[in-house]
Protein backbone atom coordinates (compact mmCIF):
# COMPACT_ATOMS: atom_id res chain seq x y z
CA UNK A 1 0.00 0.00 0.00
CA UNK A 2 1.65 3.41 -0.90
CA UNK A 3 1.85 6.48 1.67
CA UNK A 4 -0.74 9.10 1.27
CA UNK A 5 1.13 12.62 0.06
CA UNK A 6 1.03 15.31 2.34
CA UNK A 7 0.28 18.59 0.34
CA UNK A 8 2.04 20.57 2.91
CA UNK A 9 5.50 18.33 2.43
CA UNK A 10 6.23 18.05 -1.00
CA UNK A 11 9.66 17.80 -2.87
CA UNK A 12 10.87 20.55 -3.88
CA UNK A 13 10.49 20.20 -7.80
CA UNK A 14 12.58 20.63 -10.62
CA UNK A 15 12.28 20.15 -14.39
CA UNK A 16 13.90 17.10 -15.04
CA UNK A 17 16.99 17.16 -17.18
CA UNK A 18 15.67 14.45 -19.47
CA UNK A 19 12.64 17.18 -20.29
CA UNK A 20 15.40 19.58 -21.09
CA UNK A 21 17.19 17.51 -23.16
CA UNK A 22 14.48 17.09 -25.23
CA UNK A 23 13.68 20.42 -25.69
CA UNK A 24 17.44 20.81 -26.43
CA UNK A 25 16.56 18.43 -29.48
CA UNK A 26 13.23 19.78 -30.20
CA UNK A 27 15.51 22.73 -31.51
CA UNK A 28 17.70 20.91 -33.65
CA UNK A 29 20.41 20.57 -31.06
CA UNK A 30 24.09 20.91 -31.45
CA UNK A 31 23.70 19.06 -35.13
CA UNK A 32 21.93 22.28 -36.70
CA UNK A 33 22.45 24.97 -34.27
CA UNK A 34 20.01 24.77 -31.63
CA UNK A 35 19.15 26.32 -28.31
CA UNK A 36 16.58 27.82 -25.83
CA UNK A 37 15.75 29.95 -23.15
CA UNK A 38 13.10 29.38 -20.70
CA UNK A 39 11.95 31.71 -18.04
CA UNK A 40 9.93 30.15 -15.31
CA UNK A 41 8.65 30.18 -12.14
CA UNK A 42 9.32 27.61 -9.68
CA UNK A 43 7.16 25.84 -7.02
CA UNK A 44 8.70 28.04 -4.74
CA UNK A 45 7.61 31.44 -6.12
CA UNK A 46 11.01 32.12 -7.42
CA UNK A 47 11.58 33.15 -11.14
CA UNK A 48 14.22 30.92 -13.03
CA UNK A 49 16.35 31.31 -16.29
CA UNK A 50 17.78 28.10 -17.59
CA UNK A 51 19.57 28.08 -21.38
CA UNK A 52 21.34 25.54 -23.14
CA UNK A 53 22.57 26.75 -26.60
CA UNK A 54 24.95 24.78 -29.46
CA UNK A 55 27.21 28.67 -30.12
CA UNK A 56 27.63 31.45 -29.12
CA UNK A 57 26.42 33.05 -31.89
CA UNK A 58 23.25 31.26 -31.47
CA UNK A 59 23.22 32.47 -27.81
CA UNK A 60 23.39 36.20 -28.98
CA UNK A 61 20.71 35.56 -30.96
CA UNK A 62 18.39 34.45 -28.44
CA UNK A 63 19.35 37.18 -26.17
CA UNK A 64 18.36 39.92 -28.75
CA UNK A 65 15.10 38.24 -29.58
CA UNK A 66 14.66 38.53 -25.72
CA UNK A 67 15.95 41.84 -25.80
CA UNK A 68 13.18 42.58 -28.25
CA UNK A 69 10.59 41.21 -26.66
CA UNK A 70 11.39 42.91 -23.30
CA UNK A 71 11.35 45.88 -25.17
CA UNK A 72 8.03 45.53 -27.05
CA UNK A 73 6.58 44.79 -23.73
CA UNK A 74 7.76 48.16 -21.78
CA UNK A 75 6.63 50.16 -24.54
CA UNK A 76 3.36 48.14 -24.70
CA UNK A 77 2.51 48.47 -21.16
CA UNK A 78 3.94 52.70 -20.63
CA UNK A 79 3.28 54.00 -24.47
CA UNK A 80 -0.75 54.78 -26.68
CA UNK A 81 -1.14 54.10 -29.94
CA UNK A 82 -2.67 57.49 -31.69
CA UNK A 83 -4.15 57.14 -35.14
CA UNK A 84 -3.35 60.08 -37.83
CA UNK A 85 -5.64 62.41 -36.00
CA UNK A 86 -3.64 61.88 -32.81
CA UNK A 87 -6.71 60.06 -31.10
CA UNK A 88 -6.57 56.84 -29.32
CA UNK A 89 -8.08 54.03 -31.23
Do not use: C, W
Amino acid sequence: MEEPIDPDNLPHFQIPENFLDQLYDFTGGADTGGGFVLSYVDDRGKPLVYSRTSSQIVEMGLRKALEKYLTEIEEGETSFDFNEEGFEE
